[in-house]
């Protein structure tokens, strides 16, 4: 009656979110420098 072979469907996922999974261990540490950098420059600038 139905067709149980979806496996095109799951092979090949267009989900947002896991794109964006995908790359987190190289976004995380590069945002947290550049942010780390940016609090410093405002910390010193109001000193």
């Not at 979806?6 to 190289?26: F, G, L, W």
């Amino acid at each position: 009656m139905s067709d149980h072979n979806h496996t095109h469907a799951s092979a090949h996922s267009d989900d947002p979110v896991e794109r964006i999974v995908e790359k987190m261990p190289v976004v995380l540490p590069v945002v947290g420098g550049v942010m780390m950098f940016l609090l410093a420059f405002i910390a010193i600038s109001m000193a």
